[in-house]
């Protein structure tokens, strides 16, 4: 079952507004990565997080993971309309990735 | 890049018959691969990993003689879904992974469906 709580489950913005998402865990892991997902189609890489405190930027993205290791955050600066999708947080543990719930983006006209 | 193909992207079939649906790194070497089941809403489910050249690893719950997975070489790893009924009907998806790092990089996703 899945260990990451990720947050908001969904959220509805304006254009040009600022969005940020979390991720937090009971437990630590080594590596954080941010997807995004659309309708149809399979998630997509965004920001990779590999050391604890790391802070990284893909763009209007910028992600950051947590310095206890338990959690991560993603922004989003000056949403725009293609931002839409949902966003899931995955944190690495051994082989396999453990997934967030996702987090629905929505954006407002 | 990191390109990942899935083929096909939709299949209906009937029930009682047998699917395979295919996972192709187009760039590069996977020396993992990964398949997920998603349902409507929902994040992804786990099915099992393959190594190439090994038997895959089934997570618990998921039948290894209802979802064949096959990973014969660095680029390639299909899933058939044998027999199969109603409640097979999904969004599969495949992901591949290189050897030494951990981002898993994702097919775009079949969507099943058993009639």
């Known amino acids: 079952g899945q260990q990451l709580n990720q947050s908001p489950q969904s959220m509805f913005i304006q254009e040009g507004e600022d969005v940020s998402m979390n991720c937090t865990s009971s437990?630590?892991?080594?590596?954080w990565l941010w997807y995004k997902q659309e309708p149809g189609e399979g998630p997509v890489l965004l920001i990779a997080l590999y050391k604890a405190g790391e802070l990284t930027s893909n763009g209007r993205l910028t992600a950051q993971f947590g310095i206890t290791r338990k959690d991560s955050f993603l922004n989003i600066s000056a949403s725009i309309p293609s931002d839409v999708g949902i966003y899931f947080c995955a944190g690495q543990r051994g082989d396999q990735l453990i997934w967030g719930a996702g987090t629905k983006l929505i954006i407002k006209p | 890049g990191a390109v990942v193909s899935q083929h096909p992207s939709r299949v209906i079939c009937k029930s009682g018959t047998s699917v395979k649906i295919e996972c192709r790194s187009l760039?590069?070497?996977?020396?993992?691969m990964f398949w997920y089941r998603q349902f409507p809403k929902k994040s992804l489910m786990l099915m099992a990993t393959s190594n190439e050249g090994s038997k895959a690893t089934y997570e618990q719950g998921v039948e290894k003689d209802k979802f064949l997975i096959n990973h014969a070489s660095l680029t390639l790893s299909t899933l058939t879904v044998t027999s199969a009924h109603p409640e097979d009907s999904s969004f599969y998806i495949c992901?591949?992974?290189?050897?030494?790092?951990?981002?898993?990089?994702f097919g775009p996703g079949t969507r099943l469906t058993v009639t």
């Open positions: 760039d590069f070497q996977a020396t993992t």
């Open positions: 437990s630590i892991f080594n590596t």
């Open positions: 992901s591949a992974r290189r050897q030494g790092v951990y981002e898993q990089y």
